[in-house]
């Protein structure tokens, strides 16, 4: 007899969650972790015992929701916050930092810029051509906000 992923709902709940991990690495945000920390949860209670499909998508999305709902601010403070700010905000790794135009943008136009590796969308009120150098005033979500350097 062949033993399909699906026939060991363990590994189903173990792969899952590894791919999930992997997604949080490349999609910025802190959120998929939650949902990796879920599915390996689901797969060693399927390791234990032998819960029906249901049972295990409700082990699953309850411990993936409060999972992020208790742990994501602690972890946030302990990784992400500067050990002297009181006011809880996040240190900004970008802010003032130097990045590189990939396209031309400017005005109401958006482009894309080149910062630590990963392609960002970007806005300036001032003409950026491709391949000039521009400082990152701040992140708004997925979008940088910057200037030419001057």
């Known amino acids: ?29 802190f959120f ?3 949902f990796g920390l879920g599915a390996w949860v689901t797969a060693l209670v399927c390791l234990l015992g032998e819960p029906g499909i ?13 999972s992020l709902i208790g742990l994501r601010r602690i972890i946030q403070r302990k990784f992400f916050y500067s050990k002297g700010d009181e006011s809880g905000e996040v240190e900004d790794e970008f802010t003032g930092k130097e990045a590189l135009a990939v396209t031309d943008f400017g ?5 894309k810029v080149e910062f630590k590796g990963t392609t960002w969308k970007a806005e300036s009120s001032s003409e950026i051509k491709s391949g000039q150098r521009v400082i990152i005033l701040e992140k ?5 906000i910057v200037e030419p350097k001057k």
């Open 1 to 29: 007899m062949t033993d399909t992923i699906f026939s060991r709902p363990e590994l189903f709940w173990f792969l899952i969650g590894l791919g999930l991990f992997l997604l949080e690495l490349v999609i910025p945000g």
């Open 32 to 34: 998929i972790f939650f």
């Open 54 to 66: 249901n049972l295990q998508i409700v082990i699953f999305a309850i411990t993936s929701v409060l």
């Open 107 to 111: 005005g109401q136009q958006t482009g």
């Open 140 to 144: 708004d979500n997925f979008k940088l």
